[in-house]
Protein backbone atom coordinates (compact mmCIF):
# COMPACT_ATOMS: atom_id res chain seq x y z
CA UNK A 1 0.00 0.00 0.00
CA UNK A 2 3.20 2.22 0.56
CA UNK A 3 4.32 2.23 -2.35
CA UNK A 4 0.44 3.07 -4.25
CA UNK A 5 0.87 6.26 -2.38
CA UNK A 6 3.95 7.11 -3.93
CA UNK A 7 2.56 6.19 -7.12
CA UNK A 8 -0.39 8.47 -6.55
CA UNK A 9 2.29 11.25 -5.51
CA UNK A 10 3.75 10.37 -8.61
CA UNK A 11 0.76 10.73 -10.75
CA UNK A 12 -0.87 13.92 -8.45
CA UNK A 13 2.08 16.20 -9.40
CA UNK A 14 2.24 14.72 -13.08
CA UNK A 15 -0.99 15.50 -13.18
CA UNK A 16 -0.66 19.11 -11.64
CA UNK A 17 2.01 20.00 -13.69
CA UNK A 18 0.09 19.67 -17.24
CA UNK A 19 -2.84 21.67 -15.95
CA UNK A 20 -0.78 24.42 -14.27
CA UNK A 21 2.10 23.82 -17.39
CA UNK A 22 1.69 28.24 -17.88
CA UNK A 23 2.10 29.11 -14.36
CA UNK A 24 3.17 26.49 -11.42
CA UNK A 25 3.58 23.74 -13.26
CA UNK A 26 6.88 24.38 -14.52
CA UNK A 27 7.87 24.42 -11.01
CA UNK A 28 6.43 21.22 -10.18
CA UNK A 29 7.47 19.54 -13.49
CA UNK A 30 10.53 18.17 -12.11
CA UNK A 31 9.64 16.90 -9.04
CA UNK A 32 7.06 15.02 -11.12
CA UNK A 33 9.83 13.53 -12.84
CA UNK A 34 12.28 12.50 -10.20
CA UNK A 35 8.69 10.98 -8.41
CA UNK A 36 8.10 9.22 -11.52
CA UNK A 37 12.02 7.59 -12.01
CA UNK A 38 11.99 7.02 -8.32
CA UNK A 39 8.74 4.92 -8.05
CA UNK A 40 9.73 2.93 -11.33
CA UNK A 41 13.12 1.75 -9.77
CA UNK A 42 11.43 1.15 -6.64
CA UNK A 43 8.08 0.32 -6.32
CA UNK A 44 6.33 -3.49 -7.43
CA UNK A 45 4.57 -3.44 -10.62
CA UNK A 46 0.72 -3.65 -9.55
CA UNK A 47 1.22 -0.58 -7.21
CA UNK A 48 1.74 1.14 -10.35
CA UNK A 49 -2.30 1.39 -10.60
CA UNK A 50 -1.75 4.43 -8.04
CA UNK A 51 -0.39 6.52 -10.61
CA UNK A 52 -3.94 6.96 -11.60
CA UNK A 53 -5.30 7.38 -8.43
CA UNK A 54 -3.00 10.36 -8.31
CA UNK A 55 -4.32 11.73 -11.91
CA UNK A 56 -7.84 11.68 -10.14
CA UNK A 57 -6.63 12.94 -6.65
CA UNK A 58 -5.60 16.30 -8.93
CA UNK A 59 -9.04 16.20 -10.81
CA UNK A 60 -10.72 16.55 -7.19
CA UNK A 61 -8.68 19.44 -6.30
CA UNK A 62 -9.65 21.14 -9.22
CA UNK A 63 -13.12 20.67 -8.03
CA UNK A 64 -12.85 21.85 -4.80
CA UNK A 65 -10.49 24.56 -5.63
CA UNK A 66 -13.92 26.20 -7.94
CA UNK A 67 -16.52 25.02 -5.37
CA UNK A 68 -17.96 28.30 -5.02
CA UNK A 69 -18.58 28.45 -9.05
CA UNK A 70 -21.64 30.95 -9.32
CA UNK A 71 -22.94 30.64 -12.81
CA UNK A 72 -23.20 34.03 -14.51
CA UNK A 73 -27.09 34.91 -15.41
CA UNK A 74 -28.09 35.01 -19.51
CA UNK A 75 -28.38 38.39 -19.36
CA UNK A 76 -25.44 39.70 -17.93
CA UNK A 77 -24.89 41.26 -14.54
CA UNK A 78 -26.76 43.88 -13.47
CA UNK A 79 -26.43 45.99 -9.95
CA UNK A 80 -29.67 46.97 -8.33
CA UNK A 81 -30.18 50.71 -8.28
CA UNK A 82 -30.88 50.51 -4.86
CA UNK A 83 -27.41 48.93 -3.93
CA UNK A 84 -24.82 50.26 -1.60
CA UNK A 85 -21.90 52.24 -3.19
CA UNK A 86 -18.87 50.25 -3.27
CA UNK A 87 -21.23 47.16 -4.23
CA UNK A 88 -19.51 44.20 -6.33
CA UNK A 89 -21.12 41.39 -8.27
CA UNK A 90 -18.93 38.91 -9.90
CA UNK A 91 -19.53 35.68 -11.45
CA UNK A 92 -18.21 33.08 -13.79
CA UNK A 93 -15.47 30.86 -12.80
CA UNK A 94 -15.24 27.03 -13.52
CA UNK A 95 -17.99 24.61 -13.20
CA UNK A 96 -16.25 22.51 -10.64
CA UNK A 97 -19.43 19.15 -11.20
CA UNK A 98 -17.28 17.80 -14.36
CA UNK A 99 -14.55 18.01 -12.49
CA UNK A 100 -15.69 16.02 -9.20
CA UNK A 101 -17.51 13.46 -11.30
CA UNK A 102 -14.58 12.68 -13.19
CA UNK A 103 -11.95 12.98 -10.17
CA UNK A 104 -14.34 10.67 -7.96
CA UNK A 105 -14.64 8.58 -10.80
CA UNK A 106 -10.95 7.64 -11.83
CA UNK A 107 -10.03 7.56 -8.10
CA UNK A 108 -12.95 4.98 -7.42
CA UNK A 109 -11.96 3.15 -10.60
CA UNK A 110 -8.24 3.16 -9.81
CA UNK A 111 -8.70 1.91 -6.37
CA UNK A 112 -11.10 -0.69 -6.94
CA UNK A 113 -8.76 -2.18 -10.15
CA UNK A 114 -5.92 -1.71 -7.57
CA UNK A 115 -7.87 -4.24 -4.65
CA UNK A 116 -8.48 -6.77 -7.18
CA UNK A 117 -5.33 -6.97 -8.93
CA UNK A 118 -4.06 -7.58 -5.62
CA UNK A 119 -6.51 -10.16 -5.04
CA UNK A 120 -5.84 -12.33 -7.72
CA UNK A 121 -1.83 -11.55 -7.85
CA UNK A 122 0.24 -14.24 -7.00
CA UNK A 123 3.64 -13.56 -5.52
CA UNK A 124 5.06 -16.79 -7.32
CA UNK A 125 6.71 -19.69 -5.42
CA UNK A 126 9.60 -18.29 -2.70
CA UNK A 127 12.83 -18.87 -3.85
CA UNK A 128 15.38 -20.44 -1.30
CA UNK A 129 19.45 -19.83 -1.48
CA UNK A 130 21.42 -23.05 -2.00
CA UNK A 131 24.64 -23.48 -1.55
CA UNK A 132 26.61 -21.34 -3.89
CA UNK A 133 24.56 -19.02 -4.26
CA UNK A 134 22.06 -20.54 -6.77
CA UNK A 135 18.64 -20.00 -6.18
CA UNK A 136 15.97 -22.78 -6.78
CA UNK A 137 11.74 -22.83 -6.07
CA UNK A 138 10.89 -24.01 -2.88
CA UNK A 139 7.80 -26.08 -4.06
CA UNK A 140 9.19 -29.68 -4.49
CA UNK A 141 8.29 -31.38 -8.06
CA UNK A 142 5.28 -33.65 -7.88
CA UNK A 143 5.99 -37.58 -7.32
CA UNK A 144 6.02 -39.46 -10.32
CA UNK A 145 2.56 -42.10 -10.48
Do not use: Q
Given at each position: ?????????A???C??????AM??G???F??A???????A?R?P????I??V?????T?????F??R????CP???L???A???R????S????????????GLA?VT???????V???F?S????R?R?????T?S??R?P???
Open positions: MRWFAVWALGALTLSYLGTIVLVPFLVAVFWARATIDAGFAGVGTLLLVAVNDHTPPGGNIPDAPGTSVCGGMDPMPWFVAVSSVLAYAARRSPGPPLAAGGARARPRPS
